[in-house]
């Protein structure tokens, strides 16, 4: 079992807007292409900062299920995302395997 990471820095200007797209559009644009082990969440920081850090991890059960995800779901993220947000959204993804 594997676990996809994608990490969201997300200037405040942008934030409510972005969160209406990933909850809206882009979960369910996940789920509809069969992956429904996801958990969403604000990464809380102790210092005061003007962004918000945000993860989407999704849980896949093998690499053929990983090279899916990256071909068709992050490239979807990033259709929907970069003509909106340009540079106010700074994301990187990371794969990790549960042990």
Known sequence: MYIVNTTFIV?????????????????????????????FTRIISTEPTREFTYSIQVGIIDMAMYNIFMERVLVEYNTISAPIFGEKIVWFTSLMKKL
Do not use: C, K
């Not at 200037?11 to 958990?39: C, H, K, V």
């Open 11 to 39: 200037e405040s200007t942008a934030q409510d807007a972005w969160l209406n797209i990933i909850r809206n559009m882009y979960i369910p644009f996940i789920q509809s292409n069969g992956f429904n082990d996801i958990t």
